[in-house]
């Protein structure tokens, strides 16, 4: 937040997907060869392109220490 006030940005690659959505103010979702999806980290195309890109559902919760994200694999047709 300091940094939004100094009007500088950090840009950082996370693949732990509930540090990236607990941390970051904006979410950029590479998929399929380019951008699947960007906003920010509670917006639902966000959130779906998260679940397609890794195969998950993405569950949300508030708790007293903020919002926390759950990934469950989907089930697969086989």
Known sequence: MRRQ???????????DLDLALRSCDRIVVLGGGGVAAQG?????????????AFGVDVCEAETPHGRA??????????
Request: net charge negative; with cysteine; hydrophobic share 45%.
């Open 5 to 15: 006030r100094c009007g500088t940005s950090v840009i950082a690659v996370i693949h």
């Open 40 to 52: 920010a980290p509670r917006d639902a195309a966000v959130l779906g392109a998260i679940g397609d």
């Open 69 to 78: 994200y759950a990934f469950f694999p989907r089930a697969t047709d086989e």
